[in-house]
């Protein structure tokens, strides 16, 4: 039985475990690995996924599907044998399109582009960084194309982060999201002074917050017995299989709000892999199914679950304990706000839950005006500076806080961007449909018990993996299409009762 | 101009990177990785390692190596070039010689012993772990019979880590060691008494042991820019690259001199690593050139620097500002004594630097015997019991404490154990050397400086890699093939010194 179906799992198992191999040594590079041993590393990360390109993309392999695919003609749709060879074709016919010339040139780009970002970024000097950007707009362009489109250059880029995505769909929900929300944004403003965060702004011992985050991770579910915290300068999360998905966080002495919030975002991405159903393990379903339905979960962990006010009434007390002098005075109410103070800022990693979406839908908008020509490289860092005065009223002094902050263009990353925001959406649609099915969710979580919305989660969402597209599972889970409506009024209302609007 | 060898390369680069990629994955696993992921975790060291063997045991290799040759014909033999290709040669023969359906029995079986050695010793129940024994010895000697031997069968199995060493030789030599250093080991018994060591018998910090092995790796040459150092359950160290040699060290809380030595025993094997020339790297010359020589170099620092008067004449104060409580008013002599008493016991990885020898020699002993059929598996236990009474005086009361302690006859690594012991007569007769050619070294030495010391190893030794035998780097650093005298005459003057004989 079956027997085509195994061959091909048996070379599937082979080029994942080349895969999380080479992740496994990216994870050390970033956590562990002494500076002299880069350029090493490098080439030993660049020989796994050469190797595991070349397997993938054999010819061997797209026999083994289509054999694969016939032998298993009639078989349910949902059942992993169906979902992982119909997401196999997909991807298989995907890497196929990037000739290895293409790939050579792109990858060539990316580290140059990278070289001369950094030194630009340090330099404060855009004009530097410009003729490598203009050089990556335009493979990004040539990647579209080799790709290929129906209506929109961006579908084929998006479609890299956010399987069957349609930009137009994008763009008129991001444009929804903006109306409703930088009003709300400003009625905020008005009344900045109704919150103060100065108690997350002490001097806190770097060893205790190490303690904190992990008791934080554990708090909200996050496996330690299939899972590790250690330090990053850039946090992240990886999954070196469903059984070890690790995380890092970083700590700022002087802002308590750092560590913990990176802590509670990874911890959000990492419980995502760590419930895939193991059935799907060896295999690539074992993983988020979109950069966008992944954030959803980072996202709602750290504020549908981390910024509520029921999360603090059960843990305040523990973060009293490991900083009593700083916090001990404090009351559940005073942290509740502390930690959702809206703040305009240039910073985009350093953003609030609210103005976050503001610097999304601005690369958004610019990065779809750059590869359509609308927008040459040249006027960018003044696009940049207009959009930031006309969605949050300010202006970045230097493009090191504004257009040069991020790596995400100089990786070619375009498309990246606006699955940041579709996360935000999507966990609010989702927490919103989850309520609804289960109004005594309301109370639980209040009293800061979030089980039962976690079990939720791992119902609809985490389990399936790549079985299901990001469409499908918010069908399913939630009924309806992705709209802007459920983050609008989760904003409105929490933003409203905070800053007494 | 040489594009056969250029061809080569390339294909031992790729392989060269993921044997590194499975030691990274090794590393991980014995540091970070949490429990749960350990099933997936053998999974990708075992695709990287059948991946790896695969490529490199391929008929494309052994064309590429004969071609190469073919090529390089009349090139000095001394060259990367010249030496290469005669490495690839000789372990290419010997990688091809084992039938891949062997290998696969070996591997289960090793499995399989492992698990039930694991439940004997903890049960002390040999007889449980006897068939098995039985059965792995079988194996050892299939083995042999594949890689091929003239004199003595067991010439092939300790080729695998002593390249070109001979069993007669390894047996005169360990035969006139043992009849020196017993009556030694017995004239310090009964002067036991003369030295204390309850000085390192108290309860020590785990925090501070941990700098104070920072600081001890530092001091004797370890590059930490190239390194690490972690905590493992059994110390070791592997070079993920001669760029990123890392160690591990365990920590008594009640016995300072476990962490201090496993530190520095293990610093010693890195530094090999760590020194070897830049022009053999992404190769398999940029690695120790056999289990003996990589030996000599951790014995070398553990003991030869680390158990010297000089490097506690500069070190000890470092030490006293650690644990001015406990140490604060202990003399370097009384130091010095401490760290080098010896204690007849039973378990050999807390053996002192004389005795170690003894517990070596008894099991290389046994395993020949056992290869031969001279002795069985059923009379291994007494046999084992009545050499400790032999060679040390003692018997172990469980066979827990003797014949079940150590994992290399479970893994079929018969022929390693004597090179533990090649190891330390090595050391003793590059030091021996050292200081005949540079006098002042002992000067050097009792000063506390022991840079030209390491200097003269990196020159003879650690540069070379794998581009000479053992037997070849030996005569040419010290003008004379190995023999037991250096070590014999450098521990009885020590020993005499420190016990008054």
Redesign the interface.
Known sequence: MATKYQALLEKV??IY??R???R??T??RET??????D???V??I???RK?SHALFTSDEMGELIEAAAAELNGVAYHSLEASLVRFLSRDYASARKLPAAFVAQQTAANNQATAVWKQARAEDNFALFQPWLERVVELAREMARLYGYQDDLYDALLDKYEPGAKTADVRAIFEAAKNALIPLYQAVGRRRLAVDNRILRQPFDVARQAQLAHYLATAVGY??????L?TAVHPFSTS?????VRITTRYDPYFLGMAMFATLHESGHAMYVQNVHPAL??TPLAEETSAGLDESQSRLVENFVGRSRGFWRVHLPRVQEFFPSQLGQVSVEQFYRAVNKVEPGFIRVEADELTYNMHIILRFELEQALLAGRLVVADLPAAWNQKMKEFLGIVPPTDRQGVLQDIHWTMMGFGYFPTYTLGNLYAAQFYEAAVEQNPSLLEEMAAGRFGALLDWMRQYVHQHGRKLTPAEIVTQATGRPLSHHPFVRYATAKYSEIYGL
Chains 1, 2 share one sequence.
């Open positions: 198992h082979e475990d080349l999380k191999a080479a496994v040594l994870w050390d562990v690995m002494p500076r002299g041993g350029a090493d590393r080439d030993q660049t020989t796994l190797l496996d330690f017995d299939r899972g590790h250690a070196l299989s469903p059984n070890d393990n060896r």
